[in-house]
């Protein structure tokens, strides 16, 4: 059973301002969640390796090479920008 | 049906823009009822189109695919193309750039339609979970279309496209599929690149096509399938035209029906004599069934529903307010707010219900102390799942059980308890469990409320052997 409390704490985790009501709300309901995902406990899992990668694939590299944009798709990257100041992306101060 | 409309083109029975305007004509006449499309593309789709009739006209030889009208979900980044996610975080959001998928298709001579509905970020069974629009089944228009990608697949069920692109997560293109009636595929993990694809659960993610028929499912998948050096989980693969590789011939190809699956009392009985029949129908088809076993099947869920969150928490991270997507810093641009304000106020304004509910028990299960109890766990259970399917493949060639436990749901019926919404994919997820691929083909009909609703029958087969799969799939329709 999840508290209204630990709900406000994961949701500061998760960046995300939540009210009252919604904390009563995800309480409930990710109460039941937990409660239906316990049933992997009734697993046998005694020695056995968490999965990695479901296909084997194993340290996959790709050339190292530089492919270069063009100016178009380097505006629409800028573009995107919420806030920005010429071609920087504008941030509140982090400090 | 893409091979039919391929012919029509190249015998210049009908020039590819008629025929992207005739589809236009069916958007406008019916979707303002199902709203299967969050946006079109009129005149992109048909200066493609026209540019398509100019090569047949000057005798080149073209795709397949070209000139061929479909839609994409949108989830699935299309340069210059408005691509929302159904989020309101992405309302404005241009990608920059295609998706590998998007590229391959252009390079075919693809006409893209527009951009489909479905639950936000994908996150959802019945398409109630967009920001934008409801869509509704083209079949009982009370009854919703399946999800995620409810869009797409009412948009293929209605003829608003030939085909449809989108990505299943943990059932999200085989039960829509299911739903509305058609054909759905999933292909391996790594058959297909995701590069483009707005991430969900990256280690479950995968796209494949919406279609009318097996025969176009082999037909897109041969076209979008292969290695990207943009995807590194994305496996060099055999090229193969899968179209050509149909013979519809089963005899002797064993049929492992896992009993497991038609256990307890979640089956919905209708469903469960269609399925039945169909396993008759396979038999007269000449393939060997047999008894599989998958105890697994029963935790797969659990599993699901433990991993998928985890990397939703962790993927949706990127939808702070700060590089792109909706930002509260518009609304307040004074100095009055710190950059915590921002992810906070951004990403609880911006998200919608399912897609927080989720990063929060993501957050919850990778949290310091759950770590071992949830997600380790877990992956663990998936381990399991794996071999159990691995044991099951050295005795079957391909698996059969039903898409969904259930004939499509009125609105509303499970948006109050996620839980139940979540049980929709109970025969869906083994399959991105274990990375396998996973076709749903309609098999019959179930009567409710004086509508003929479709029943989907699910086909997994093993990894990479979408060959054998998609032969399995095609000898049912052929017979049907």
């Not at chain 2, 797969?300 to 962790?314: H, W």
Request: hydrophobic letters at 35%.
């Amino acid at each position: 059973m999840l508290s209204k409390d630990e709900v406000k704490k994961i949701a500061n985790l998760a960046r995300i301002e939540i009210s009252e009501q919604e904390a009563e709300k995800y309480s409930t309901e990710l109460s039941d969640i937990l409660g239906f995902v316990e049933k992997l406990n009734e697993m046998d899992t005694e020695g056995i390796e968490p999965i990695a990668h479901i296909t084997g694939a194993k340290n996959m590299a790709r050339e190292d090479k530089i492919i270069e944009y063009s100016e178009e798709t380097k505006s629409g990257v800028i573009n995107n920008f919420p806030e920005k100041k010429d071609r920087f992306d504008k941030v509140k101060a982090v400090f | 049906m893409i091979k039919d409309l391929h012919n029509k083109l190249v015998n210049q029975e009908i020039t590819s823009e008629q025929l992207t305007s005739d589809y236009f004509d069916v958007i406008e006449k019916k979707d303002p009822q199902i709203e299967a499309y969050l946006s079109l593309n009129k005149e992109f789709a048909l200066d493609k189109a026209r540019a398509v009739d100019k090569k047949i006209q000057s005798g080149e030889k073209i795709d397949l695919l070209a000139g061929i009208p479909c839609s994409i979900k949108d989830v699935i980044c299309t340069e210059g193309i408005r691509t929302t996610a159904s989020s309101k975080v992405l309302e404005n959001y241009v990608p920059p750039y295609d998706a590998t998928v998007i590229s391959r298709l252009k390079a075919n001579d693809a006409v893209i339609l527009g951009k489909t509905n479905c639950d936000e970020f994908a996150m959802g069974s019945s398409t109630e979970n967009s920001a934008y629009q409801t869509t509704k089944n083209p079949i009982d228009p009370e009854r919703v279309p399946g999800g995620s990608s409810g869009g797409s697949a009412a948009a293929v069920a209605a003829e608003m496209c030939a085909y449809s692109l989108a990505s299943d997560t943990g059932g999200s293109i085989r039960q829509p599929a299911s739903l509305c009636g058609i054909v759905g595929l999933k292909p391996t993990y790594g058959a297909v690149s995701r590069y483009g694809l707005m991430a969900m659960a990256s280690s479950f993610d995968q796209i494949g096509p919406l279609t009318k028929s097996v025969e176009d499912a082999a037909i897109v998948l041969s076209r979008i399938a292969g290695k990207d050096r943009h995807d590194s989980t994305s496996m060099p693969l055999a090229e193969k035209n899968y179209e050509d590789l149909l013979s519809g011939n089963i005899k002797n190809l064993k049929i492992g029906v896992p009993k497991e699956y038609f256990e307890g009392n979640g089956l919905d009985a209708g469903v469960r004599k269609i399925i039945e029949e169909s396993i008759e129908k396979y038999e007269k088809l000449g393939a060997k069934i047999i008894d599989v076993s998958l105890p697994g099947g029963e935790y797969a869920l659990a599993t699901y529903y433990v991993i998928q969150p985890c990397e939703v928490s962790s993927n949706m991270a990127r939808y702070d307010g700060i590089r792109f997507g909706q930002s509260i810093e518009k609304d307040f641009p004074s100095d009055k707010f710190s950059l915590a304000d921002i992810y906070f106020k951004s990403r609880a304004k911006y998200l919608g219900k399912e897609v927080k509910r989720r990063i929060m028990l993501g957050t919850y299960a990778l949290s310091a102390g759950y770590y071992d109890q949830y997600y380790k766990k877990a992956q663990k259970v998936r381990s399991l799942i794996k071999k159990e399917f691995k044991d099951a493949f050295d005795k079957a060639d391909v698996i059969l059980s039903p898409t969904s436990p259930t004939v499509a749901f009125k609105f509303g019926e499970k948006t109050d308890n996620p839980l139940e919404m979540y049980l929709a994919d109970i025969y869906t997820v083994s399959a991105n469990i274990a990375g396998i691929p996973g076709i749903s083909i309609p098999c019959g009909e179930v009567e409710t409320d004086g509508k003929n609703l479709p029943v989907g029958l699910q086909l997994m087969g093993k990894w990479f052997d979408e060959e054998t799969l998609l032969n399995c799939a095609y000898a049912f329709e052929k017979k049907l």
